[in-house]
């Protein structure tokens, strides 16, 4: 399965990427491409919806470790929003969801 990524502003100070599909190895390099330079204007939210992300591996979790740095850096925001509650699992063992915002809204899973 392909990786589709849709980008709008919500508002002047925020951004919404909507992720559809599964982020793995062979996604992932899309995902960053169109993730990190949203990252680099300060000032800016970033909220990324993976309700429509049925999977997801370590590859994707380092483009969410690799947008916070920048972040970091670049004085922005990253919250990621309506996670299936396998993909949540994913950032609680790896113990990213103490380092990245994610919304407490949890979409159910299979």
Do not use: H, W
């Amino acid at each position: 399965m392909n990786l589709e990524v849709e980008v709008a502003e919500k508002n002047k100070t925020t951004v919404l990427v909507l992720l559809t599909g599964e982020v793995d190895a062979y996604t992932a390099p899309k995902l960053k491409e169109n993730l990190l330079p949203l990252t680099k204007k300060e000032g800016t939210l970033i909220e990324v919806n993976l309700e429509n992300v049925s999977y997801m591996d370590s590859t994707g979790l380092g483009v969410f470790i690799s947008a916070l740095k920048s972040t970091k850096a670049n004085n922005s925001q990253l919250k990621l929003m309506n996670l299936e509650d396998r993909i949540l699992r994913l950032f609680e063992i790896t113990g990213l969801d103490s380092i990245i915002t994610i919304d407490s809204t949890v979409r159910g899973g299979n």
